[in-house]
């Protein structure tokens, strides 16, 4: 490949990446979907500050009982959501709870994608049998209930961080290996892709800065819409008891513990449940947000 | 005409026999999970602090032990035959355990569960694609979006709280109230068979019991509804029908009702059909939520005691129910709408 | 009394970009039993004019100006009366017959619903009759209303959408570009029909489209669009033989002619309607446009009788007609 190549190709990047993804976020006037996202993007970030300075935001050791609290207060300026029937401070449990979603969600997205994106990139490019027998294989799994697939897994894995992500990360595999694949047979198609074919440039260097580089345009929608799932999924996991070891504070946990006290203090389940929706909502206008932006443009380049 | 159907008949087998290829990988695949993928199923049942001799004996006995390729055609055999083991913790035939009261309970559920959502969801889309941007627009679209990020359970929770402790409406668990005795074993479905022997009383006792689940679960599964109605019947109304209807003087609201509408509405099945695996996934939790004793309930339960040939028999009776259901589904949509077959 | 008056029509969209003026003072008249064809280029504002007679624009589209029926400006009128007029006295055919019935309906409950919709008190025995009897008159057997429009071909669709046209005998039929998505046989059979249909029903019809040897077979009158304007409006035969604007004169000199077997083209691009240029919206592609043309706009005037035209230089060129006609534009193409 020849300079002039290379600079096309950093050109696209440029010119697709940066500005047709993040352009129309900072232009002015009324767009209702820049908004979306940076509402949804603030209140992320609001999540990401809260885990990592835990420590020196939650006033108590979310692993001992507050020092001279009663069971069941009722939230106060000293216990702002109240304590359970030892004692402990659900606020600081709260705080730290906001930990492992993030890093199970985060560390199952990256395994999604490390797997789904170059199986897909290569199923697409080769095609043929090899192409339709990997479809039909990731169609079945996506059939099949992805909340089912990854109980039975942590079941098996057993408890730990890791396992959990493992267990989503099976669930997610063949979203980003269908998005990837099917979008690397259009840009396959395409002229400049064409071009370097003419050139001489050999699979894998058609494959590395020719296709990739434009697929993974949709890599950044994809894992927003996907990362509400994976909080959600998350969550549901540690409410059934599965996968992160017991006591460790995590959102869907203290739901599960505090659904046995509903009637005497319902604010043990109904705190941790405002943070997850308030978490995945932020996730979701994130994504739909960058959908309804990304998409059209997506769209009138491969017209082009 | 005699050649419309013949193509739906013949649409009708290759989806049968795309069938049978998608539920082997399935199938394969839960095996895969289940006896190759790291895990020991022995040691998750039995606790890392069990004797050796213990686990030793179970594996025996699970058939563990064998060269995998028999583990795998013995497996096949259990899921073609339908002869799925017995409990580990009862004795029972799983099969008869989850065919008889597990999966009508499920069923049961899931069935209310899409009335709601449908019945939710279609008004809601149809409301907000005709006052598109207008407030109405904005608190339906806002209103799917946040619905849609509710974990089931809390959400369950909330209900249960305000209608079953607060208001006292309705019961926050089960599938009859105590000392109501279940009706003669039919279908398995409450509702049904208290209505198939007559038993009215009966009948409102379980449809009472089932309102707050399906509600909880439709209300979650109609964001996608919505969604889908609304962007559906916003195509539609620029559609060139509808404009032509326009042009032909008809009547504005049958231009939206007949037109517009009836052409959102096509896709629904389709959409119902990408909904299974979130509604089947969606039951576990209601279930597990609400003590609702069905096929999600045992799953959780038998995770939680260890029962491993139960586990496996649910998941297995799973992917019969989701690949059959989808099956379903597409030859539903190919009967309603003929352009799919063309 | 003229069947149909328009007079100054304006029709502007609002968009991001800005407000397009899809329609921008046109202003003629058709007389009963008359077909007048409206030719131009695609974008220059045809069909929105086609929309706009019937008002049945997008929420987006502004409408100003006079439209005439019968004596009765129907932009004044309320909504209900509006609709009673279309399809009872003005009735619609569109481009794509594909995609203009509903997929879901029969061809018969197309009738039926407008039947419903117009008159209440027609039994459905009845209204299907007349539907029989208006496919018959179309060429199609009644037994096609039993069909869904995705069993018939595009000519049959097209053939079952002027039936459905007729059915309240309306005093003017649109035809927006009633042939473009059919092949060439069934096209020449589609106008045959339109014009058997206008004697049979005495009706009058406008023509849009962009086709010079379809306007040189239906029409008795011309209108030339471009950019939102009518800037020539005269008789068949004046406007084929003695063209006086420019634009007409390229638009004549596009057609293939048999003596010279090529395409000859225009120069240029049609204008932007969101910021069309300050004086005549021709003369950054017309050949002989002066400096006047840049800057004021020339209104439609009449000529010749019953022949008007909006160019400054129009008197000027109609003397120099037989030196410069047909082959001036292809010079200065090269």
């Known amino acids: 490949m020849d300079e002039d190549n290379k600079r096309l190709m950093d050109y696209i990047k440029r010119k697709f990446m940066v500005n047709w993804l993040f352009g129309p976020l900072f232009r002015e006037g009324k767009n209702t979907s820049a908004i979306l996202v940076w509402v949804g993007f603030f209140i992320l970030l609001f999540f990401i500050i809260i885990a990592v300075f835990a420590p020196f935001i939650a006033p108590y050791n979310p692993l001992k009982p507050a020092p001279g609290a009663p069971s069941f207060a009722p939230p106060s300026l000293k216990y702002p959501m109240g304590t359970d029937l030892l004692g402990y401070d659900l606020y600081s449990r709260v705080i730290w709870g906001s930990r492992i979603p993030l890093e199970v969600s985060a560390l199952s997205i990256a395994f999604s994608l490390i797997v789904g994106m170059p199986v897909g990139l290569i199923s697409g490019f080769i095609g043929g049998k090899i192409d339709r027998v990997l479809v039909m294989v990731m169609d079945s799994i996506y059939a099949f209930p992805g909340l089912i697939l990854a109980i039975v897994m942590t079941a098996l894995l057993g408890p730990g961080l890791i396992n959990v992500a493992i267990s989503i990360a099976v669930v997610y595999i063949p979203l980003y290996f269908r998005t990837v694949r099917n979008h690397t047979l259009s840009v396959k198609q395409e002229l400049y ?69 509903l009637q005497q203090a319902p604010w043990l389940a109904f705190f941790p449940g405002i943070f997850i929706v308030l978490l995945v909502v932020a996730l979701s206008l994130i994504g739909e947000g960058l959908n309804d932006i990304v998409n059209p443009l997506i769209k009138r380049r491969e017209s082009l | 005409m005699a050649e419309r159907k013949g193509s739906l008949r013949s649409y009708i087998l290759s989806r049968i026999i795309l069938a049978i290829p998608m539920l082997l990988i399935i199938i394969t695949f839960v095996f895969f999970i289940m006896r190759v993928a790291p895990g020991d199923p022995v040691a998750a049942m039995l606790g890392p602090h069990a004797p050796l001799a213990y686990k030793e004996k179970l594996r025996e006995e699970l058939g563990l032990t064998l060269p995998l390729y028999q583990q795998y055609l ?47 969801g279609i008004p809601l889309g149809k409301i907000a694609a005709v006052k598109r941007d207008k407030k109405a627009d904005v608190v339906i679209r806002l209103f799917g979006i946040i619905i849609y990020a509710l974990p089931i359970y809390w959400f369950g929770f909330m209900l249960q709280l305000l209608f079953g402790y607060y208001l006292g409406i309705f019961p926050t668990g089960g599938r009859l109230s105590p000392g109501i005795t279940p009706p003669p074993h039919i279908t398995g479905l409450y509702t049904i068979d208290s209505l198939l022997t007559g038993n009215i009383s009966t009948f409102l006792d379980a449809l009472w019991h089932l309102a707050l689940p399906s509600i909880t679960l439709g209300l979650i599964l109609s964001g996608v509804f919505i969604r889908t109605i609304r962007v559906n019947m916003l195509n539609t109304l620029q559609s060139d029908y509808v404009q032509a209807a326009r042009a032909r003087g008809v009547d504005e609201k049958e231009v939206i009702n007949r037109h517009a509408y009836r052409n959102a509405l096509v896709p629904v099945v389709t959409i119902m059909g990408m909904e299974i695996a979130l509604l089947f996934a969606g039951a576990v939790l209601t279930e597990t939520t609400y003590s609702f004793k069905g096929m999600g309930y045992l799953l959780v339960w038998s995770i939680q005691n260890r029962d491993y040939t139960m586990v496996q028999g649910a998941v297995i009776v799973y992917s019969i129910i989701i690949i059959l259901f989808s099956g379903i589904i597409d030859i539903i949509n190919a009967y309603i709408d003929p352009r799919i077959r063309y | ?101 509903d997929p879901l309906m029969k061809i018969k409950d197309h009738f039926l619903e407008t039947f419903r919709s117009h008159k209440r008190d027609v039994k459905e025995e009845e ?18 209303l039993d069909y869904y429009p995705h069993e018939l071909s595009g000519g049959m669709r097209q053939r079952a959408m002027i039936a459905l046209a007729l059915v309240f005998n309306p005093q003017l039929l649109i035809a927006d570009e009633p042939t473009t998505s059919l092949d060439v046989i069934v096209e020449a059979q589609i106008l045959q029909l339109m014009n058997k249909i206008k004697k049979e029903f005495h009706m009058s019809i406008i023509l849009i489209t962009h086709n010079l040897g379809i306007v040189a ?78 800057n004021s706009e020339p209104s439609l005037q009449e000529a010749v009788k019953g022949h008007s035209v909006a160019c400054f230089r129009a008197l000027e060129l109609m003397e120099e007609r037989d030196i410069l006609y047909r082959g001036d534009i292809a010079e200065k193409a090269d």
């Open chain 1, 193 to 261: 892709v064409e071009s370097g074919r003419a050139i001489g440039a050999t699979k894998l260097q058609l494959i590395t800065s020719f296709i990739a580089p434009n697929v993974i345009l949709t890599v950044p929608v994809l894992i927003s819409l996907n990362a509400a799932d994976a909080i959600l999924t998350e969550a549901s996991l540690s409410f059934l008891g599965l996968g992160i070891p017991p006591l460790t504070p995590d959102w869907g946990r203290e739901i599960s513990d505090g659904s046995y006290y």
């Open chain 2, 74 to 120: 013995n497996y096949l055999a259990q899921v073609f035959t339908l002869n799925l083991g017995s409990s580990l913790t009862t004795g029972d035939s799983v099969a008869t355990d989850i065919f008889v009261y597990y999966f009508p309970a499920t069923l049961e559920l899931t069935i209310f569960s899409t009335i709601v959502a449908l019945g939710v």
């Open chain 3, 1 to 101: 009394m003229s069947l149909l008056s328009v007079r100054n029509l304006r029709i502007y969209y609002s968009s991001s970009r800005g407000i397009v003026k899809a329609v921008d003072g046109v202003t003629f008249d058709i007389e009963r039993e008359e077909t007048l064809g409206i030719v131009g280029e695609s974008g220059c504002g045809k069909s929105t004019l086609a929309m706009g007679l019937l008002d049945i624009l997008p929420p987006s589209a502004n409408i100003s100006g006079e439209i005439i029926l019968d004596g009765e400006n129907i932009l004044e009128k309320e909504k209900e009366y509006l609709r009673k007029i279309r399809h009872e006295k003005v009735a619609l055919i569109f481009q794509d017959p594909m995609t203009r019935l």
């Open chain 3, 127 to 144: 209204a299907l009759r007349i539907a029989g009897n208006l496919m018959n008159s179309v060429g199609l057997s009644p037994e096609v």
């Open chain 3, 217 to 294: 077979e239906m029409a008795d009158r011309v209108a030339v669009m471009y950019a939102g304007k009518i800037v020539e409006i005269g008789s068949l035969a004046d406007i084929f033989t003695r063209p006086l604007h420019p634009y007409t004169r390229g638009l004549l000199g596009s057609v293939i002619t048999l003596e010279s077997r090529e395409l000859v083209t225009m120069p240029g691009e049609p204008p932007d309607l969101i910021n069309p240029p300050k004086g005549c919206r021709f003369a950054p592609r017309c050949p002989y446009a002066i400096e006047m043309c840049m």
